[in-house]
């Protein structure tokens, strides 16, 4: 329990990273949204390994099937079930790991909670997981889209410390794709890229952080007080492998401000809207979007797993040394983009759906 | 919609600032816990207005009655509602609010959302709403230190740019509790409350960072994969007024790290227990605590409401001026702290509860 | 847990049937409805004990008081809490109940469950939990008549084999509330009042049936496959005290009939719409309304409290005899009308709202 | 949305009747269950068609796959993802569907909800939907059994009004299994095929009713007052494709006995346990089971699908004639004994779980 996440874009996530297949099942999805398996696929093909010389080479070409809810093209309003089969597990690779907690991974915490686990690969707390949500993301995102126009970019915003300078207010999705390292900062992209394969090769990881932006998000999105717009995007973003903290707006570093430093002017546009002069607040006040963009960041520890060596103990308490061996991502940013991305199309459009109702979002 | 919090330990807040009352029903509290109004009126103390110089003067006495659940001063295990009554309302003092949109309250989003709102005061989303959560959270606490000896202990870290210094392993409720700022470094709390107060005198606000840890949390909490630990945390932090950012364990500063200084390291304890050297996690893997202190942060920005004047529109669309009347929070660290205290201990409790049902905690 | 009813139109009920207060928290209900207190009694005093002869003679006044929500005399979108106070209670009366389980009576269950209970009178399973369903149920239903003139209206089918004749298509609130017994047919409700009287001075107690039928009810309601309306409504008429059975359209005499017999012919309507010439669905087909009158039934057994001498056990397993004294309805069906009606209501204001949100209903 | 059941064990099911796949995520299995394929298989064999000369004679294999959620024959207390692919669509045979609507079945409701309908056979509205109940159910039964040795045995009890005579206390699945009608009271079996054969042969169909017995269900499951156990029942029974009614224990019967008749007494069994000497109440009392056996009856419509021609009108409002042709099954009972079981297991194993938590049921 615990696998579900929305309350009227619901979805249900399921799969190990190895044996059978990963997937999701969305409920609640509007009638009559067309979708194919192919537009599907592009944003799995973001997030999937083996994609560029600074991911895990390991090739999976996770290729998804709609399993249900969709007809000739087009969603039935019924639920849509998506999988993507796992590829045949090596379990020579595997051995260590059914006896030896990896430092910072979840095998311990799941032998304790569960008393049993799939041994394979990280299971369930695999960033496998993750397939189910990207592909929901994708119609989320296509809904949002086709409402509102909403535009949803996410990218590489630091790894480790290497800043970039990218204007959330302009950054284009080619520009994000243009790199490996999805930083639309050409300069600071190629200083990424070079840490990344230095870190790699030494055996480590490192660590950064996601930005992602909304952009034309209508106003009156977000049902306070607890699934405020921002406390439903932090749970989406926290619940994301690796994730160790979360902001929006001005975030940890608003609070270096003053009141009147940090607070949002209102203006009448040449509309008669209402607007901010600046958008410190992240595009939402009180939990509800005020129409102005909403940007959120996710900072994404190093990975866990290491070709270095490390001390740790195995189930039955011995003291031992692991050091990694296989295939790994030396850094998750390039890939976690996509998966920030998902999280807030699906908060976005949940809150959408909360607010017009399943059926009667394009009437 | 949205008024709910959790799964199995479920509270639903009511209530705006001013008319009527503000409280909390708990659904799904195991029964036979002894509980009293004047241990609930203890921590709902620790949030009301008017307890210091650096909190606004406004009086308000915040006396809580439980409606329900309790019978002979212990749980039913039904519902406990628990009710606090607002004050009566001064509407001369918000007759400027009923159309002036204050720069970054909620006053223009919740117009968008409703097309109506209670203007005599922030309604809905005043802080005052969070009384509710604090008396649920007073019970949740009670729970977990009956059933592990769990303590949960937040204090203000940062205010603006001060910084402190505090050792969450060892930190305790007196230290806490030993100033009004509610931070436990002696030296840094008086810089802190110097700045509230110059701040204050200058009519501007500031924010801070809050710190909360709680100890002796068995393994196995947490569900993941959306419900993990800290996801539910990063939702429940992020719902409180005001918030901005959270983090767990090494948070954002844990991305300038590599893996092989990030990851902490197992070893067994002399219990035989598995343990780890360092707690860079926070207290959880793949969402499932690790019977480490799990130790979160919660930005919260400056203050909205300011005596200095702001450019500003009505509902109508003209461009006025607003400085803010009335008594006001120069910095709510100080009563935000038993607020984050509260959504650990429900989020806490709420995951016990899933791991063991209801009913049968104690048998 | 298990005191919330609804996804979108959701309630919360609390409160034992002595001490301190019975209530609701509407948490979804649409802003802008016009809703007064006074509104809410109606329905109350259609539900309140001491209403007429043939109720338990206990006077309680059952006054209501809203604590939020409401502002000005509408609705603002927040959570509305309503409460009612018990009045004092007469633990003399209820000695006995402390320690001997009435036949019948959820006394022995609620032990077996939570190792404690309010024994002064029948705590959270007595019908006095209803108040906060049919409070809500009365904004429910002014939301239903609001939107698309929906009517909904409930009556006393049969009490015991006295079986009534009422057209459901046409049956009006004015009918219903004729005679003390509610229900529309004039003989028949002689019949059931003499009957009640007779048996209520034997010290013994009847049921019957309830129907309730929703006209005007649009096309498009309900969320296939486990929300199907029927569904919803099943669950909530089977969860008020003392219901023993839920049928919709034909019901259980629907299973005599063939298919051919059975099944509603379509036809085109003088405005083009789709219609069909019986109505043995009862008003939904696949769990989705079809535009037809939803007539529902649920069945009430005898009411459990009887003065005659029962045998039964106390909680330590001793055998005793009981005889109730006090006051106690001889039979629960004219109060059990608004009751279900109020469960009608809240299933169809919650899949209109699933429809189409809760912000835009009438937009 | 509204396909998702359950609170702690929550399944959502997925599918359409053609196309793809039908089937189930079960989430919040405990871990360490055993379970096969091939046990899943046994309770799909017994709800497929084909399976005997009174069911349609469409041969469906129905062959499920677990896809996620078991490792080395173990639950993993992760998602379960169950599938079974659909045979190949023959779409010539469906072809008048598309514009068509079938009386008493879902095509005009779901045109009118969703605009738009699978309607190669019957979508999701199909019986085919529960294919992914009775494989959670076979898993529920599983954990039940093994947890308290508790029993669910459904029956054919009445088919249109051929009633058998069924001991709930002591009836065996192997009584049930002896005939192909699932009705273990050998002469009135004998009569209800011989009434199915000769409806079938009139191109009519028939409906009945199922009843279903669950025993050594432990004291103290249900969650008042939303959640009683009865209330779960009965929205888990009328959820089921064809449901017209739901009755627990004495039912609308009980509605013509006077309390005193109807009142369970209790006493002191020889273990000094407190039993009833009747079973009036059905196995709940205040919605929390008492310990006895919950016996539940379900009413199911005449099929709607004949042979025979009915008058209804095309989605352009042209009046028309409709002779189903294809393979249909004149009777749904037999293949409904398996989905009512499916639908008690489900709710007791969810309510087992609210009880004992997710993760220490066994220990």
Redesign the interface.
Known sequence: ?????G????I?????SH?????V?I??CP??IEITPEEIQVELDRRRPGQSKITTPRKEADRC?????V?QG?T??????I?VRNKDTRPQDYSEMATT?R????D???D???????Y?GG???SAR?TIGRVAAGAIAKKILQQYAGVEIIGYVK?I??IESVIDPDTVTLEQVESNIVRCPDAEAAQHMIDRIEQ?RDQG??????VECVARRVP??????????L??????????L?A??????????A???????????????DET?N?R?RTN???G????????ENIIIRA????????R?A????TND???TVLAARGRHDPCVLPRAVPMVEAMMALVLCDHL????????LFS
């Not at 994730?243 to 940890?252: A, N, T, V």
């Not at 270096?256 to 949002?264: A, I």
């Open positions: 329990m615990g696998n579900t996440f309350h009227l874009f619901r249900t996530t399921f799969g190990e044996g059978g297949a990963v997937g099942v409920d609640g009638p009559q099937e709609i399993l249900s809810g007809f087009k039935l309003g019924t639920p849509i079930s999988m907690y430092p910072s991974h979840a311990a915490t799941y304790s909670k569960y008393g049993f686990r799939n394979q299971g369930r707390s997981e630091r480790q410390d870190i480590d990881s490192i660590g950064g952080v106003k009156g999105l977000g049902s306070p007080v607890f699934d405020k921002e406390a439903d995007l932090a749970k989406g973003v926290m619940s492998p994730s160790k903290g979360f902001e929006l707006g001005s975030g940890f608003g609070t270096l401000l003053t009141g009147s430093q940090h607070n949002d002017e209102y203006y009448t008669g209402w901010t410190r607040s992240g939402t006040q009180g939990g509800i979007t005020n129409g900072a994404f520890k190093p990975t866990a797993t290491i270095k490390q001390n740790t103990v308490g011995t003291a759906l909360r607010h017009h109702g399943q059926c009667r």
